[in-house]
């Protein structure tokens, strides 16, 4: 009677640590890549010319 309600909590205990696993897995990848690129991103220009300004 009281086996199967147990065998779904459990169930669902497990799934959801798995997806929390996953997910933290996924995001440390994706940061990690992200650094990567933001580190071999070549910097922009130091200053760029404000809106409006003429060259001369």
Not at 34 to 40: D, H, K, N, P
């Amino acid at each position: 009677m009281v086996l199967w309600p147990a065998v779904t909590l459990v169930g669902f205990l497990v799934l959801t640590a798995l997806v929390i696993a996953m997910g933290t897995s996924s995001t440390a990848r994706y940061e990690r890549e992200q650094r990567a690129a933001t580190a071999a991103a070549p910097a922009g220009p130091a200053a760029a010319d404000p809106v409006g300004a003429r060259a001369a």
